[in-house]
């Protein structure tokens, strides 16, 4: 029951996530990150952090991940999909595109410096623009997001706000121009009886049956059959010269 004056569940739900997922996105901008020092010399935040409650863009999300399920033949990406329209909020956590190492120089990535990492790897990440991330990137400001990403998630549960932690809304957010991170982790939001984001059964799809557009995202499925259960499927390499055999066969006796 509620309160004089405070309204239903369903506009309470609404404020507290808009509320905490602002102290959420508080949490991730002030995380620990690597290079303080370029920080005091002026070099901007290299994560971006977005908030979406919005039920229309969720939707138009939802949507697009149907469609990479489809061309991926995955039906996981359906549950995802429900998932972004049940939810009330989603906080989006990611390496914004001017991201830069801290220039330790730690080895980390296979590189004896930064710049030469930066230097070798620059083609790739102009090639990036047909998958679902673009990359390589500094192994350091991965983990700096994730501990922005574990910070945001800390806040949640400190106000007991239900949230999971997803990368599929994420890409689908990166696509549809909704963040512009390079590689990004989406936390969903919820106030409801039951955890939203848990225990939500794969959905029975007939994946031959949909008539959904594609994406023009990289990879899409082998024409191989499914595995664990539908949820996953095997992809095609983008290479396939230089790609290491995938076969779901096991390796011949002898």
């Not at 991926?72 to 990406?77: G, K, P, S, T, V």
């Not at 998958?131 to 007991?160: M, Q, W, Y």
Request: proline letters at 7%; charged letters at 20%.
């Amino acid at each position: 029951m509620t309160g004089p004056g405070l309204g239903d569940d369903a506009t309470i739900a609404a404020e507290a996530v808009r509320h905490v997922a602002t102290l959420m996105a508080a949490a991730a901008i002030t995380a620990p990150k690597s290079g303080g020092q370029l920080f005091l010399a002026g070099k901007p935040n290299p994560l971006e952090t977005v908030i979406l409650t919005n039920p229309a863009t969720r939707a138009e999300l939802a949507g697009w991940m149907r469609a990479r399920g489809k061309e991926r033949r995955e039906q996981i990406w359906f549950r995802d999909a429900d998932v972004a329209q049940a939810v009330q909020g989603i906080v989006f956590i990611g390496l914004a595109p001017h991201w830069y190492p801290p220039n330790y120089d730690c080895g980390a990535c296979g590189y004896a410096t930064c710049a030469e990492f930066l230097n070798a790897t620059n083609s790739l990440r102009k090639q990036s623009a047909e998958l679902e991330f673009a990359g390589p990137t500094c192994n350091l400001r991965d983990i700096d997001l994730g501990i922005a990403v574990g910070s945001a998630a800390k806040t949640a549960a400190i106000h007991s706000i239900d949230c999971r932690c997803q990368t599929r809304v994420a890409v689908a957010a990166r696509k549809l121009g909704v963040i512009t991170a390079d590689v990004a982790v989406a936390l969903s939001l919820s106030v409801t009886h039951k955890a939203v984001g848990f225990d939500r059964r794969m959905p029975d799809v007939d994946l031959d049956a949909l008539d959904l557009p594609g994406t023009a995202t990289l990879p899409i499925a082998q024409n191989t059959p499914v595995r664990l259960d539908q949820t996953r499927h095997r992809q095609q390499p983008r290479h396939p010269g230089t790609a290491r055999n995938n076969s779901t066969e096991p390796p011949a006796a002898g």
